[in-house]
């Protein structure tokens, strides 16, 4: 296996805050720490992630309903699910410093020269807040960690009105929110991020045959993204890092800089959810199977992806830096077609106004049906190395000749090969 370039995380992290993908949050006042905004260009890439995740959920074998859950729930939720209880972290803190860390990550915690660390307690990760003008017992709320139990609280609500037959999904992409005791390494491990779930229901006796399904479903899809597949791998779960509610649990984990790092966990959750908020809320959670007239709690297999993660990993897997041929080093993100934030930079060789009256007709061909950008500053070449810099897999030059012949220059992003296109076949061409 191929060892990641360490100097890498240095380089994404500059180029992500120089080109518009990932600002510091509240940076002009210093910044937060593991806070993050995300730029246009970063805006983009998360929404076409999110867009090819849920075209991915779109098969003819079976059918994932779309939800979008509220972040505050009722803390009885959460009291239900366990997550009041076990929701937490080992933490020690320097008797010195009074710096705090993860006892199970952080071994040698860089805070000071005594480093006289406390015996591991457990604290836990949620955020607490209240609702209402009144603060007491009754106002406490939880910000959620995890979309998951939106989704098992809605689960009568879809079966009854979608009138869903097992096996079936709910699905939902959103923010969740852990206060990390040692957040870091840049929008690897937040305290705010984003996720992307399903929580499949099937019969109990067809859980592992669907937990491998999803399993490879989901594998494929990141190598398909455009993850580098040797810094990919599965990492089942041993027994004693399980979590609370699940019966076996399978990563999918990325070759960091730093190392493996999870990206997406495929759980067996059981029946626990189900059971338990059943239990609590006094609701009947239970599917009736019109097959057989029996009545039983689902089992659970749950594919729950990082966001903000993938973002992250799909950076360090398509950057690339080539030595050109005049010396120079060319530095550029290999990303595919469909996930870069600007598909196609339409760049005038000047700025007169005849060759931007084109560029603009151009825009408006192609800006429908892909995501364009007009650039216009600076020289082509450096024009073209900025594109490069941002992912964008095509440039489209309009010169004087355009005038003349109506075609252009269409410059490939990879092999830097130009070809003349006719400006009435560029829609076509690009649809190829």
């Not at 370039?5 to 518009?20: H, P």
Request: aromatic share 10%.
């Amino acid at each position: 296996m191929e060892k990641p370039d360490k100097e890498l995380f240095e380089k994404i992290v500059k180029i992500a805050q120089n080109r518009g993908f990932v600002f510091n949050a509240s940076s002009i006042y210093g910044g937060l720490r593991s806070s993050y905004d995300y730029g246009p260009l970063g805006k983009l890439l998360k929404d076409n992630i999110s867009k090819l995740w849920w075209e991915s959920l779109k098969t003819s074998d079976i059918r994932i309903y779309p939800v979008d859950t509220a972040i505050i729930q009722s803390t009885d939720v959460w009291r239900a699910s366990g997550h009041l209880s076990e929701f937490s972290d080992p933490m020690v803190e320097c008797k010195n410093c009074n710096s705090r860390f993860r006892s199970d990550i952080v071994l040698d915690p860089p805070c000071c020269d005594q480093q006289d660390l406390t015996s591991p307690k457990n604290f836990n990760l949620m955020f607490e807040t209240n609702i209402g003008p009144v603060k007491n017992e009754n106002s406490q709320v939880f910000l959620r960690p995890e979309t998951a139990q939106g989704i098992f609280v809605n689960f009568e609500n879809v079966l009854r009105t979608m009138r869903a037959k097992l096996p079936f999904g709910i699905a939902n992409i959103g923010k969740s929110f852990r206060n990390e005791i040692t957040p870091g390494q840049f929008i690897f491990r937040t305290r705010e991020f984003e996720q992307m779930e399903i929580e499949f229901f099937c019969k109990e006796e067809d859980a592992a045959e669907w937990k491998q399904y999803w399993t490879d479903k989901r594998l494929d899809w990141y190598i398909n993204l455009g993850l580098r597949k040797d810094f990919l791998r599965l990492r089942p779960h041993e027994p004693d890092e399980l979590a609370h509610y699940a019966k076996s649990t399978t990563d999918i984990e990325y070759l960091y800089p730093w190392g493996w790092g999870e990206l997406e966990g495929i759980a067996d959750r059981g029946n626990y959810d189900l059971m338990a908020h059943q239990e609590k809320s006094g609701k009947d959670l239970t599917y009736f199977d019109s097959k057989d007239n029996t009545k039983h709690l689902p089992s659970v297999i749950e594919p729950a992806g990082g966001l903000t993660r993938t973002v992250f990993a799909l950076l360090l897997s398509t950057y690339k830096e080539e030595q050109l041929e005049n010396g120079e080093t060319r530095t550029l993100f290999k990303m595919n077609f469909d996930v870069a934030p600007i598909q196609i930079a339409i760049l005038p060789l000047s700025k007169k106004d005849e060759l931007i009256i084109i560029c603009n007709q151009i825009n408006s061909l192609l800006s429908t049906q892909f995501r364009t950008e007009i650039d216009v500053t600076q020289s082509i070449g450096k024009r073209y190395r900025r594109q490069d810099e941002i992912g964008t897999p095509s440039c489209i030059t309009v010169d004087f000749e355009s005038l003349s012949d109506n075609c252009v220059t269409v410059r490939n992003r990879d092999t830097m090969e130009q070809e003349r296109i006719e400006i009435n076949s560029l829609v076509k061409y690009f649809k190829n």
